[in-house]
């Protein structure tokens, strides 16, 4: 065996725990994420909508903005949100509106019909988890809600957002 010196730890070297940390959050979260994709399509077959879709819907609901505004936000490639887009507003879901600072350039709106179905996702979305979390013991569920706001700055760490802005 063989006694390399290791890295000391730091913000590009990260710890022993803070790795065994990050992989069973990524198992975790990975599990989380396709037991919510097929649970929601058993519960509720109308649900068709990609996660991906959804995402933009969620994005817009917020306010319009341009598809390289949209790709930015949400880290994808332009070509891969005109796309998306071009499915929505073959949907019915979102309609392209005049930039009013740019008179060459739309900006993508989500139309009553795409905030109904961001709604009823939403809505579906909620009662699954609120129906998991019931059936969880108690000190799991109160573990899970607890860990929410820690949740929530990961969230904004990975994203470089800062949630006090």
Do not use: C, Y
């Amino acid at each position: 065996m063989s006694s390399q010196p290791q890295p000391a730890p730091g913000p590009l070297a990260p710890d022993t725990d803070a790795l065994a940390g990050a992989q069973q959050l990524t198992d975790v979260i990975t599990r989380l994420r396709r037991a919510l994709r097929s649970s929601i399509r058993s519960e509720f077959p109308w649900e068709a909508l990609p996660m991906a879709q959804v995402e933009l819907l969620q994005t817009l609901a917020v306010a319009p903005m341009r598809v390289g505004e949209l790709a930015a936000r949400q880290r994808l490639a332009p070509n891969t949100v005109s796309g998306l887009i071009s499915k929505l507003l073959d949907a019915g879901l979102v309609d392209r509106q005049p930039d009013p600072g740019d008179r060459r350039t739309a900006r993508i709106a989500l139309t009553e019909a795409g905030h109904q179905q961001l709604r009823d996702w939403q809505s579906a979305h909620e009662r699954r988890l609120a129906a998991a979390l019931a059936g969880l013991a108690p000190a799991d569920r109160e573990a899970v809600m607890h860990a929410l706001p820690g949740l929530d700055h990961l969230a904004h760490a990975l994203a470089g957002t800062d949630p006090t802005r």
